[in-house]
């Protein structure tokens, strides 16, 4: 049964406390720790497009077959990440990312040996419930750490782990896959086995202090402050600002929300117009963005490449999204992550545009380079912007909740592309990307809420009210 209860100025000072901090060792300690399960995410899904061309000759796949096979992780990646987010607020956020890439890993590994496309197709998937459940769970719950003034900065920058991940795959992708008789079984150990030492390190992950508060155990986050504290102070060799220069409202705290009561909540009426915003545009990104990536090699072979040449005009298109990622997370502050969002979506318009009606092999690789940047750019905005606009006590269920939705274009995405390309071929498919993102740019721009420079606390007031919790029964 879910209460409400009134923060008392003893939990409100521990809010003041992390917010005062500036950035410093354990913030980037924090940012590491979940940035290299980006890393491994976005490794890991990027790579079914290195696979595809030689699993779909070995296994003689049909169009509709190779699709299938690429949409595997997201399948999993769906289920992930929405059971992960409502396990988040109900167990905690910490239990949920210390488990989810010891699944990625274990079936990554099982992957490496199939006998089948099936088999391979069914190991993908469970591999990707790891991947989903890692995914939606880093980003809100790294952002309750963080303070307001660099917050969409350092979620931004945390999720520019992926263009790393992006690269790293398209470098094995064109060295080892082709290059090796079982290159394809290979990169997938090689994608598995590093992550046994980040689980290792990842034993000294705190949990969020704001989680602890809603579960009543506030002494706990009172230690965990405290150590942050004190590891500030002895690293910068300087007091910190006084608690009374940080304003937090007195927000009610929702306490014992049940998983039915967290998912409802999403759609309460103080929520409703923040969650179709979210869904829309994370369902819009995710299949122009996975449609594109995972299908890009293959689409570079049709349009004449070797799959040698194609494979490093990937890896050309894949760094694009350093770039996106990071330029995005610096106007994540400047321009507030809504309007980030807009700009890279409209960006993301005008290279699907040119991409459309590419016929060089230069064209195509400079406006798909120019594309991911610009669709790497709007994940950027969305991984800051999710977390924050939902309240600490459902705030991993929405987090998890959108990027399931999304995931259903990832999904969709691969298998509408694999059953129509013959059809609306090269110039259809961006063409369609277009249309997409030009919808979403446009619904996040009337219906978006501004976010910059504000307490998480602050933008639950500016949402629900500071004792508006009825509205989200």
């Known amino acids: 049964m879910a209460t409400t209860q009134s923060m008392t100025e003893h939990e409100l000072n521990i809010l003041r406390r992390l917010e005062r901090l500036p950035f410093s060792w354990p913030h980037g300690r924090l940012m590491a720790m979940g940035g290299l399960g980006y890393f491994f995410d976005s490794m ?20 509709q077959q190779t699709g299938v096979l690429g949409s595997s992780v997201l399948f999993g990646y769906l289920v992930g990440a929405f059971f992960s987010g409502t396990l988040g607020d109900l167990i905690g956020r910490r239990a949920v ?16 040996f199939s006998p089948s496309w099936g088999f391979l197709f069914w190991s993908r998937v469970l591999a990707g419930v790891g991947l989903g459940a890692e995914s939606a769970i ?10 307001s003034r660099y917050r969409g900065r350092f979620v931004g920058s945390l999720s520019g782990f992926f263009s790393f991940g992006h690269v790293y795959a398209a470098l094995m992708g064109w060295l080892v896959v082709p290059a090796i008789a079982q290159g394809w079984r290979i990169v997938q150990v090689i994608a598995a086995l590093p992550i046994v030492m980040l689980l290792w390190w990842r034993r000294a992950l705190p949990e969020s202090p704001r989680w602890l508060m809603q579960q009543g155990r506030t002494p ?8 942050m504290e004190a590891e500030v102070v002895r690293r910068r060799h300087k007091d910190l600002p006084p608690l009374d220069s940080v304003a937090i409202p007195p927000v009610s705290m929702r306490t014992g929300g049940t998983f039915f009561q967290n998912v409802a909540a999403l759609w309460s009426r103080a929520m409703a117009r923040t969650t179709l915003t979210l869904w829309i545009n994370w369902f819009a990104i995710t299949f122009c963005y996975y449609g594109f990536l995972i299908w890009i090699p293959s689409l ?28 995005a997370a610096f106007l994540n502050e400047k321009l507030d992550r809504k309007w980030t969002i807009v700009l ?25 380079f120019l594309l991911n940047l610009f669709m790497s750019g709007v994940l950027s905005g969305l991984y800051a912007y999710t977390p924050e606009v939902y309240p600490t006590s459902f705030r991993t269920t929405g987090m998890g ?19 129509t390309y013959a059809t609306i071929g090269f110039g259809g498919v961006f063409s369609m990307t277009m249309a997409i993102l030009l919808v979403a740019a446009v619904v996040v721009a009337v219906l978006g809420r501004s976010t910059a420079g504000k307490t998480l606390e602050q933008i639950t007031a500016e949402e629900i009210g500071v004792s508006g919790q009825e509205k989200l029964g």
Do not use: H, K
């Open 97 to 112: 990312m210390m488990n989810a890439l010891a699944i990625y890993c274990g079936f990554t590994l099982l992957a490496a």
């Open 138 to 147: 880093i980003a809100p719950f790294l952002a309750e750490f963080v303070a």
């Open 300 to 327: 570079l072979v049709r349009r004449g490449l070797t799959v040698t040449r194609s494979f490093g005009g990937a890896i050309i298109i894949n760094a694009a999204a350093i770039p996106g990622y990071y330029s």
């Open 220 to 227: 706990e986050a009172e230690r965990i402050v405290a150590s």
């Open 344 to 368: 890279y979506m409209l960006g993301g318009c005008g290279s699907a545009f040119f991409l459309s009606g590419a016929r060089t092999e230069a064209s195509i690789i400079t406006f798909g």
């Open 44 to 63: 890991d899904v990027q790579l079914i497009a290195y696979l595809l061309p030689p699993v779909a000759a070995l296994w003689g796949l049909t169009n």
């Open 401 to 419: 909740a959108a990027s399931a939705f999304g995931r259903i274009g990832g999904v969709a995405a691969p298998i509408i592309i694999g059953m």
